[in-house]
């Protein structure tokens, strides 16, 4: 870990005090300090409404009880949150995610890097982020819904497209989306824009389920142009199998970049000579039918080796995208002994205080997840502005505004973050989404 600067410390015992166990949520807040404190000390304006520590208080943090019948007619409990902590820019806007690791702690720490993320979209997005417990691994399609019906039941009363804009996230696909916005249009009598990652049969965009994937690999190309490098023939290890690392994977296949891995929690499927998009469509359909893995991989040139991480293979370019905290210090030392040169975060989070360190004193060029992976609430944006306009984009549309707001991004974190020799992007990222926030709050005067 590293040591903390008196002003850090100072600040950052105060947020301990406060949020005492929550230690996701004072990991993403210790991060942001470390690179903005001083630009608020030396800002009058800033220092004067305190905005780190406003923004370390969320507006409101709404918990509910989520009652359900399962199929054997045995009534169900779960925990229900909504955590909104800025709208200085707009409506709150952020995902929700159903599974057992959630809590307050975790639904902080994603809430309070989603302010800094919208805000570096350039759009009118405020942060916020929700979920519940609820486990729908071996549920039943009736089951989600009547828990995605009796989620909605409450979080009706707290969303809407000028207030709170929920999108999905892990376990949060277009099905539940879909169960979700039919339990909100029947509760409210409208038809509006108040959730994002739709069907395109009602209202939703084009892209929006591959655009933190397809974004990320827009990012990642722009840093690769930032030093003189492109993606053709770089190896690219991904972790994850979900929606973020299967589009990362088919993007960066496209644009001729070797994708080398894929992974779950029981270990790493690898192409030592590169993932085909066949053989990448044959991982979407095994997943998607619950086949094993290691049965048939060998036909398609991979192989599947059980309780390995991705971090140990010979590659350019790490992509993590599974989850938070997923890639600790042993896997960054094995990375760069593999000959890392680039990492892009895929997920929220995913390095650890002492993987974020390693990476840091290494010549690895790292972009965080505020950044590389804005694009998916980035097509959010847009779709609550094409169901706003009543004016549906076309995929060439949207596709050309995702690398548009990426490159964008991209050109304000390294104006940022950029010293003598190198680029710092998390610093950068950092420092230009506290900007426009501060600038907001400190407009509002004392609210």
């Given amino acids: 870990m590293q040591t903390r600067d008196g002003l850090v410390d100072t600040f950052m015992n105060a947020v301990e005090s406060r949020n005492k166990g929550e230690d996701e949520f004072l990991q993403a807040v210790e991060d942001v300090a470390t690179d903005v404190i001083t630009i608020e000390k030396n800002n009058p304006d800033y220092a004067r409404a305190r905005v780190l520590e406003h923004l370390t208080m969320p507006d ?6 989520v009652a359900w019948e399962d199929d054997a007619g045995e009534v169900q409990f779960n925990t229900g949150y909504r955590v909104q902590m800025s709208n200085a820019i707009g409506p709150y806007k952020g995902g929700i995610r159903f599974h057992p690791t959630v809590t307050p702690s975790v639904l902080k720490f994603l809430a309070f890097e989603q302010v800094f993320k919208n805000s570096l979209t350039g759009l009118p997005l405020g942060g916020g982020k929700g979920g519940a417990d609820f486990d729908p691994s ?121 994708v080398i891995s894929l992974s779950n929690s029981s270990g790493t499927l690898v192409a030592k000579d590169g993932f085909t998009q066949d053989a990448l469509a044959w991982v979407r359909s095994a997943k998607a039918n619950g086949v094993d893995l290691m049965a048939g991989a ?37 990375a760069i002994d593999g000959g890392l040169s680039f990492l892009a975060e895929g997920a929220n989070m995913p390095l650890t205080a002492g993987a974020a360190v390693k990476i840091a004193s290494s010549t690895t060029t790292y972009a ?68 426009k926030v501060a600038d907001a709050i400190c407009a509002y005067g004392i609210v």
């Fill in 368 to 435: 965080p997840g505020k950044a590389s992976n804005a694009g998916g609430v980035a097509i959010s944006g847009i779709e609550m502005s094409q169901n706003a306009h009543r004016r549906f984009m076309s995929t060439g549309e949207v596709d050309e505004i995702l690398r548009s707001i990426m490159q964008n991004i991209h050109d304000v974190a390294a104006g940022e973050g950029r010293g003598a020799e190198t680029i710092n992007y998390r610093r950068g990222a950092n420092i230009a989404g506290y900007r």
């Fill in 138 to 258: 071996g549920r039943s399609d009736r089951e989600i819904m009547r828990f995605c019906q009796a989620f909605m039941s409450e979080l009706s009363h707290h969303i809407g497209p000028d207030q709170d804009v929920p999108a999905g996230d892990i376990n949060v696909g277009t099905r539940e989306i879909g169960f979700l916005f039919g339990a909100y249009k029947r509760s409210q009598s409208v038809f509006n824009g108040a959730l994002t990652g739709k069907g395109g049969s009602f209202g939703g965009s084009e892209l929006r389920v591959e655009a933190t994937g397809y974004g990320l690999i827009y990012f990642l190309q722009c840093m690769l142009n930032e030093a003189g490098h492109s993606l053709d023939g770089k190896r690219i290890a991904i972790s994850g199998m979900g929606n973020v690392a299967l589009h990362a994977a088919e993007k960066a296949i496209a644009e001729v970049g070797k």
């Fill in 298 to 334: 060998s036909e398609l040139g991979l192989s599947f080796e059980q309780g390995r991480k991705p971090w140990g293979l010979e590659a350019d370019i790490a992509l993590p995208c599974a989850t938070q905290n997923e890639f600790d210090e042993e896997d960054a030392k094995a």
């Fill in 60 to 65: 409101r943090m709404i918990t509910f009880r």
